[in-house]
């Protein structure tokens, strides 16, 4: 390993997490995944790199995350791992402070008890709630609507208060909506159930799914369907690598927007993937979604002069690699295998 510097990438076996170590590696740095494979794939990891370590166990046993950090002289961790499904979390919401907030405070105690003071968080746009203005700036109001955007921002206000206690460096990484895969290298979006809507748009148009329900058509928005804000994967993922170059030796960045300051209406990405697909998405018009707020787009001014990043990727190049991927791996990943590589 000589000098290299290696990163904790933990929830790196999952859909965002996979596109985060496959560019670490291409960036030269040496990515350990720790990952409980509770809604992630193993398969992912091997094929984002395939000399990547990963680690089956929680982010929250301490003294597994001090053994990597030594092992494998860790420098910074960039945190994924979470549960992030917003309507399961009003039902459970035990599940996701246990899960979001009591696990990560656990990681972030191992990590500083070992020396790590660099981190990049995974956060997001459900921490701003219905935005009194958009675009949505970082220093706008936080008032989370749903426990998965309350742990989000409890998170958030444990790594300030760290910085200011002990010296952690951080950047809160508030993603909008994650979109896209790449067929080349096999990674792609596979969660069981799936609630984004381009797989689900995509499996319908494939007639892998039934028909579509869209929530709402009466939104005060052009068409009257809810504008959210895609952002592509692998445009996620340098962002990270960015995050973490800026941090080494640089100062603590906090939150920061990645989206790409265009919002799209649920029908403009219906017909972006009949366009990716070559075929219509079948669906029909159902009620409102409780919560859903007619538009959220990012301001992304802030991650342009605090990290130099800018989106590279539009919709329709997100909905045409997630279509290609589809096609490829038209059951996503094998099913879990259970073993662990390190
Ligand atoms: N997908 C999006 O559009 C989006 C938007 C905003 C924020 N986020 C956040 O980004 C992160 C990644 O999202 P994703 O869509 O890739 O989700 P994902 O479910 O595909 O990935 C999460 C990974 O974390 C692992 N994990 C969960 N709890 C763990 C624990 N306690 N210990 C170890 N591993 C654990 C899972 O097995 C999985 O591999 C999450 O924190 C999510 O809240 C995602």
């Given at each position: 390993?000589?000098?290299?510097?290696?990163i904790?990438?933990?929830?790196?076996?999952?859909?965002?997490?996979?596109?985060?170590?496959?560019?670490?590696?291409?960036?030269?740095?040496?990515?350990?995944?720790?990952?409980?494979?509770?809604?992630?794939?193993?398969?992912?990891v091997?094929?984002?790199?395939s000399?990547?370590?990963?680690?089956?166990?929680?982010?929250?046993?301490?003294?597994?995350v001090?053994?990597?950090?030594?092992?494998?002289?860790?420098?910074?961790?960039?945190h994924?791992?979470?549960?992030?499904?917003?309507?399961?979390?009003?039902?459970n919401?035990?599940?996701?402070?246990?899960?979001?907030?009591?696990?990560?405070?656990?990681?972030?105690e191992?990590?500083?008890?070992?020396?790590?003071?660099?981190?990049?968080?995974?956060?997001?746009?459900?921490?701003?709630?219905?935005?009194?203005?958009?675009?949505?700036?970082?220093?706008?109001?936080l008032?989370?609507?749903?426990?998965?955007?309350?742990?989000?921002?409890?998170l958030?206000?444990?790594?300030?208060?760290?910085?200011?206690?002990?010296?952690?460096?951080?950047?809160?990484l508030?993603?909008?909506?994650?979109?896209?895969?790449?067929?080349?290298?096999?990674?792609?979006?596979?969660?069981?159930?799936?609630?984004?809507?381009?797989?689900?748009?995509?499996?319908?148009?494939m007639?892998?799914?039934?028909?579509l329900?869209?929530?709402?058509?009466?939104?005060?928005?052009?068409?009257?369907?809810?504008?959210?804000?895609?952002?592509?994967?692998?445009?996620?993922?340098?962002a990270?690598?960015?995050?973490?170059?800026?941090?080494?030796?640089?100062?603590?960045?906090?939150?920061?927007?990645?989206?790409?300051?265009?919002?799209?209406?649920?029908?403009?990405?219906?017909?972006?993937?009949?366009?990716?697909v070559g075929?219509?998405?079948?669906?029909?018009?159902?009620?409102?979604?409780?919560?859903d707020?007619?538009?959220l787009?990012?301001?992304?001014?802030?991650?342009?002069?605090?990290?130099?990043?800018?989106?590279?990727?539009?919709?329709?190049?997100?909905?045409?690699a997630?279509?290609?991927?589809?096609?490829?791996?038209?059951?996503?990943?094998?099913?879990?295998?259970?073993?662990?590589?390190?």
């Amino acid at each position: 390993m000589g000098d290299a510097r290696a990163i904790l990438v933990t929830g790196g076996a999952g859909y965002i997490g996979s596109f985060v170590v496959r560019a670490c590696v291409r960036s030269g740095m040496p990515a350990v995944v720790l990952d409980d494979a509770s809604t992630g794939h193993l398969e992912a990891v091997r094929r984002a790199g395939s000399d990547v370590a990963a680690v089956r166990g929680h982010v929250g046993d301490q003294a597994l995350v001090r053994a990597l950090v030594t092992e494998h002289r860790i420098t910074a961790c960039v945190h994924l791992a979470g549960s992030s499904r917003v309507g399961e979390s009003t039902g459970n919401p035990l599940k996701y402070f246990q899960n979001n907030v009591a696990e990560g405070v656990g990681l972030l105690e191992a990590l500083l008890g070992a020396g790590v003071r660099q981190f990049v968080f995974s956060s997001s746009a459900a921490v701003y709630g219905p935005p009194a203005q958009v675009p949505i700036v970082e220093d706008a109001a936080l008032r989370p609507i749903s426990p998965y955007g309350d742990t989000k921002m409890v998170l958030e206000r444990v790594l300030e208060r760290l910085h200011e206690a002990h010296g952690l460096r951080y950047a809160a990484l508030r993603y909008f909506n994650a979109a896209g895969a790449d067929p080349e290298s096999g990674l792609g979006e596979d969660h069981d159930p799936e609630t984004h809507l381009i797989p689900l748009a995509v499996d319908a148009a494939m007639g892998q799914r039934p028909p579509l329900t869209v929530f709402g058509d009466d939104y005060p928005t052009p068409d009257g369907t809810c504008i959210r804000d895609y952002v592509d994967v692998r445009d996620v993922a340098t962002a990270h690598v960015a995050a973490l170059a800026a941090l080494e030796g640089g100062p603590s960045l906090g939150a920061i927007n990645l989206g790409t300051g265009r919002g799209h209406s649920v029908m403009e990405v219906l017909r972006a993937v009949t366009a990716g697909v070559g075929r219509p998405v079948p669906h029909s018009v159902g009620p409102r979604r409780a919560g859903d707020p007619p538009v959220l787009v990012a301001s992304g001014e802030r991650a342009r002069t605090v990290l130099g990043w800018a989106p590279r990727y539009a919709l329709a190049d997100s909905v045409a690699a997630a279509a290609a991927w589809r096609r490829a791996w038209p059951r996503g990943y094998p099913a879990h295998t259970g073993a662990a590589e390190s």
